[in-house]
């Protein structure tokens, strides 16, 4: 390489001592045919969504933002449309009012749930703030405080789907059935997006009219195809991780059926009201140009993902998934076995950071989780997972989730970093 002695300096410079950045680079030489793989989804992708922008006429007066009540709200109601054809569904909502991925999934659920009705998750615990919204641990307003009933069944040791127990936990009450594609604070193998759809046409088989929702969060834009394109009556996910390219500043989206899709607008507004509201202010040109950006931005995120695994399963420890299976969403988790790896590992990609590189995160009790959680991140969007973030619960088996980075080289500088917080912490030895 022209530059690679410059380079080699610079990573100096930064920090990278000049065996943890060989370390790197020989293990990055074994990873350019999956890398080649990740730039071809991206391409596909780059096409998919620029053919649904095409096609629904994005124009300049789209970029424009309503105030007040947000009628006719063209830039809005476009971008709608965009995500609906992104997705293959008939209708989106998309909207800064939906503050998180948590208000999304819930919006979804509260929606589309009434007092009597049961929601099953086949695939085990959700997302822990989900417990929350459900009711699993009580909490108020929860949907078991109005009356709406909850039932699991856990993924097989294995990891796959329970079948004989799902099908009998179908019944005439169930309406909702929740499907998370990505693996969320556990060490269970996140779902593709075609073994989501077995189940889906599994759950379809014994009830068609049940609702399958899938937790798309931090898969969008990994694959080719998306839940909506294997069955999914709804897919649900945040603008701070992969669909806002690092550019959205908040917001949420729910892609779907258009009864499932209006009834959540119907609840984030108002009965009677609906789509129909709901100033963007000036926010409309970051969720259109960061959903422009989201498949290379993914793409990168993967690659660090991919490149982290392989760094550390090379070390020794547990790596989910492991440094050759296939992706499905961008989160990487390894297993530190220790705080002490857990709170290294954050330091070095706090360290990594444009932003707040010089602060040292600290474990605290963050609302929604039951343990007290370490967060590495120094985003210019507060508490963005598509930027280069690191974060773990402090609990057995003191294991870190790693996911983002705006570009690839950020997120290899990012890693490199905390191997060096960790080689100099005697953690690791190299
Ligand atoms: C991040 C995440 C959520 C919640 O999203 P927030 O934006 O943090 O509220 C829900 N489910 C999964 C699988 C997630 O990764």
Not at 61 to 79: E, P
Not at 358 to 385: C, L, N, R
Request: proline share 5%; glycine share 10%.
């Amino acid at each position: 390489m022209k530059h690679s002695g410059e380079l080699a300096a610079m990573y100096q410079e930064m920090g990278i001592s000049p065996k943890v950045a060989g370390f790197g680079n020989k293990i990055l030489e074994e990873l350019a045919e999956r890398f080649c793989e990740i730039d071809e989804t991206a391409e596909y992708n780059q096409l998919k969504v620029l053919q649904a922008m095409q096609k629904n006429q994005v124009s300049e007066a789209c970029l424009l933002g309503t105030t007040g009540y947000g009628y006719n709200d063209l830039g809005r109601d476009t971008l709608e449309a965009v995500y609906a054809d992104v997705f293959h569904t008939e209708d989106a909502l998309v909207r800064p009012q939906i503050t998180c991925g948590t208000h999304a999934l819930a919006l979804a659920l509260m929606s589309n749930l009434r007092p009597g009705d049961e929601l099953l998750s086949p695939v085990g615990k959700p997302y822990d703030t989900l417990e929350e919204v459900i009711g699993i641990r009580p909490s108020r307003g929860s949907l078991a405080e109005y009356g709406v009933t909850y039932r699991q069944v856990d993924l097989l040791p294995d990891g796959s789907f329970d079948y004989e127990n799902i099908r009998k936990a179908v019944n005439e009450r169930t309406r909702l059935v929740t499907i998370q594609r990505s693996k969320g604070y556990q060490t269970r193998p996140t779902l593709s997006v075609s073994r989501i759809g077995e189940l889906i046409a599994f759950i379809k088989g014994i009830r068609p009219d049940v609702i399958c929702m899938v937790d798309n969060c931090y898969g969008e834009f990994v694959e080719t195809l998306e839940p909506t394109d294997v069955g999914a009556d709804m897919a649900v996910g945040s603008l701070i991780k992969n669909p806002g390219g690092g550019l959205a500043p908040i917001g949420g989206y729910i892609a779907g059926q258009k009864s499932c899709v209006e009834n959540a607008a119907y609840r984030l507004t108002s009965p009677g009201l609906g789509k129909e509201v709901g100033a963007s202010l000036g926010i409309l040109p970051q969720f259109y140009q960061g959903l422009f950006l989201a498949p290379t931005v993914t793409a990168g995120a993967l690659k660090g993902a991919i490149f982290a695994a392989n760094i550390y399963e090379r070390l020794g420890f547990l790596v989910v998934p492991d440094g050759s299976e296939s992706r499905h969403d961008i989160i990487q988790a390894v297993t530190f076995g220790t705080p002490e790896g857990v709170t290294a590992f954050c330091e070095g990609i706090q360290a990594a950071a444009p932003v707040d590189s010089h602060v040292t995160p600290e474990p605290w009790d963050m609302p929604g989780y039951d343990a007290k959680v370490i967060m590495a991140a120094g985003a210019f969007v507060s508490g963005s997972s598509i930027e280069l973030s690191a974060d773990g619960p402090i609990r057995e088996p003191y294991a870190v989730y790693f996911q983002g980075g705006l570009t690839w080289q950020h997120a290899k500088f990012g890693i490199l970093k905390s191997l060096q917080a960790l080689v100099d912490k005697k953690i690791v030895q190299i």
